[in-house]
């Protein structure tokens, strides 16, 4: 079961969400501002947080910098009334997963979760653990290691990854892979991708050549590589 934080100063707000996150099967926790919220992420563990922008004492922004300084790798749907693509850009490049504007439909929120955490590896019926040689994923703990030293991988990084080995042996375009991983929202580039693809093949060493690329489609996982 998958635990979710929600951070909110508005107690009406959280309750809504509270409600239908455990309708969903989630746990749930609460904090109502960001320091908070941080303090919460340093002694929890949580699969993803659910982020409002403003609120006292820290603002979300803010929050998720600190937050990500120990859990580089925690997902964070991002909550505002403003709707500002200022907003939005300055949420993704602090590492924001996701961006919902007030007010939203709960139905939408959820399935923004499920979709995150799908991506993350935290959905049903996955294995935690893929293993190809020395390669070895822990979707449970979110973590890479090669011949048992562990990998230090960006989130985007750790999320093509994961994506690309569940779906090893398929081909999969440019178009799915953004949509996967950025949302099927992006509004980047291809070079987006191609940058994180080289990133990751360099930390993956010996692996790098199990990534193949596919010209004018995009990559595969190839196991017999």
């Known amino acids: 079961m998958a635990k979710i934080l929600i951070v909110d ?42 982020m409002d922008i403003m609120m006292p004492e820290l603002d979300g922004f803010s929050a998720v910098k600190e937050i990500k300084k120990t859990r580089p790798d925690l997902p964070f749907i991002m909550l505002s009334a403003l709707g500002e ?36 590896g935290r959905s049903a019926g996955n294995s935690d653990l893929f293993m190809l040689k020395g390669l070895t994923i822990d979707l449970k703990a979110r973590t890479v290691t090669i011949d048992g030293e562990r990998v230090q991988l960006s989130p985007k990084e750790y999320e093509l990854l994961t994506y690309l080995t569940r779906n090893a042996g398929i081909a999969l375009t440019r178009e799915q892979l953004l949509s996967a991983v950025w949302g099927y929202d992006f509004f980047g580039d291809d070079r987006t991708l191609d940058t994180h693809i080289k990133l990751l093949r360099r930390n993956l060493g010996e692996y790098a050549s199990y990534i193949v690329t596919l010209r004018g489609v995009g990559y595969r996982f190839e196991k017999d590589s």
Do not use: W
């Open 9 to 50: 100063d508005e107690a009406k707000i959280r309750e809504l969400i509270v409600k239908y996150a455990r309708h969903e099967g989630f746990e749930t926790d609460e904090a109502d501002n960001g320091m908070d919220a941080v303090e919460k992420c340093e002694s929890g563990q949580y699969d993803l947080v659910v």
């Open 85 to 120: 693509e200022y907003d939005r850009i300055h949420g993704f490049d602090v590492g924001v997963d996701d961006y919902v504007v007030k007010p939203f439909s709960s139905k939408e929120l959820m399935m923004r979760i499920h979709a995150i955490l799908k991506r993350a």
